[in-house]
C-alpha cells in the first residue's frame, strides 16, 4: 500500500510563492499517476493538477493553469506542486493523491496524503 506524506504548506503573502511536496513510501509510485486535490472547509475535494508516472502528460484546472506547475520525481518518490501568484481564493487543505489515470476525476485515485495547509493572506 502506497503512504503519502505531504509537506510545504504554509503561510504566505497574495503574490507569492509555495511549493509543496509529496513523499511516498513505495516503488510502485514510479508507475502511479500523482494528482493535486484541493478541499475547503464545508466542499468537496477538488482537482488542482495530475501528472503521468513518465512525466509526459499533465493536466491543470483552469483555476490554477499558468500559476501552478506539477512535476516528479520517480527516483526519489516525489511529486511537486509549485504555486506562483498565490492568491487567497487558494487558501485551504492541499491533498497529495496516487492513481492509475491522468484525470482530473477524484474517484480514480486509489491513494490520499493527510493533507498540508496553504494559507493565503491578502
Known amino acids: 500500500q502506497v503512504q503519502l506524506v505531504e509537506s510545504g504548506g504554509g503561510l504566505v503573502q497574495a503574490g507569492g510563492s509555495l511549493r509543496l511536496s509529496c513523499a511516498a513510501s513505495?516503488?510502485?509510485?514510479?508507475?502511479?499517476?500523482m494528482g493535486w486535490f484541493r478541499q475547503a472547509p464545508g466542499k468537496g475535494r477538488e482537482f488542482v493538477a495530475t501528472?503521468?508516472?513518465?512525466?509526459?502528460?499533465?493536466l491543470y484546472a483552469a483555476s490554477v493553469k499558468g500559476r501552478f506547475t506539477i512535476s516528479r520525481d520517480n527516483a526519489k518518490n516525489m511529486v511537486y506542486l509549485q504555486m506562483n501568484s498565490l492568491k487567497p481564493e487558494d487558501t485551504t487543505v492541499y491533498y497529495c493523491?496516487?492513481?492509475?489515470?491522468?484525470?482530473?476525476?477524484?474517484?480514480?485515485?486509489?491513494?490520499w496524503g493527510q493533507g498540508t495547509q496553504v494559507t493565503v493572506s491578502s
Open positions: 493523491a496516487a492513481g492509475g489515470l491522468v484525470t482530473t476525476t477524484r474517484s480514480s485515485y486509489d491513494y
Open positions: 513505495e516503488r510502485t509510485f514510479r508507475t502511479s499517476a
Open positions: 501528472i503521468s508516472w513518465s512525466s509526459g502528460s499533465t
